[in-house]
């Protein structure tokens, strides 16, 4: 009898050290997921501001969760009207509390927003739902 508990106490070591984490590699080792290698060039594809000085309208796309483009750069007063793209799934608002705006975004439709760019600096616009999505107006020069 006590060579059948020494046996099954032997299985269960033997099958506990077997499931340990031997098997770890190292960081370098490890390739960076596709995730983020995506959002890194989202974040820099959204940092590039797009020239509308002289414009009356403009488009921008909404998904998710990102604005492209993610800035618009004009004059100080210049008034705006951006046609806003929902390609994304998830709702999302277009919303600036320097520029009176907050609308709802819902998946697949369009909507029209009239802004007007400040004397100076930038406006910055966002979701309400996704606070991480941002994106600002700006005054050029």
């Not at 046996?7 to 077997?18: E, F, G, Q, R």
């Not at 000085?53 to 921008?60: A, F, I």
């Not at 799934?89 to 439709?109: I, N, Q, Y």
């Amino acid at each position: 009898m006590k060579r059948l508990i020494y046996l099954l106490l032997a299985a269960a070591v033997v099958t506990l050290a077997s499931c340990g984490g031997g098997g770890e590699t190292t960081p370098e080792a490890q390739p960076e997921p596709a995730e983020e290698q995506t959002t890194e060039a989202m974040e820099e594809e959204e940092t590039e501001a797009v020239d509308v000085t002289g414009e009356d309208e403009t488009d921008l796309e909404v998904g998710d969760f990102y604005f492209e483009p993610g800035a618009l750069q004009g004059e100080a007063g210049q008034e705006l009207t951006i046609m806003i793209h929902h390609e994304g799934d998830a709702p999302h608002t277009f919303t600036s509390d320097a520029l009176g705006v907050d609308e709802s975004l819902k998946p697949g439709k369009e909507v029209e927003v009239s802004v007007t760019f400040p004397d100076s600096g930038s406006a910055e616009f966002h979701c309400e739902i996704h606070p991480d999505m941002m994106g600002t107006i700006e005054v050029a020069g």
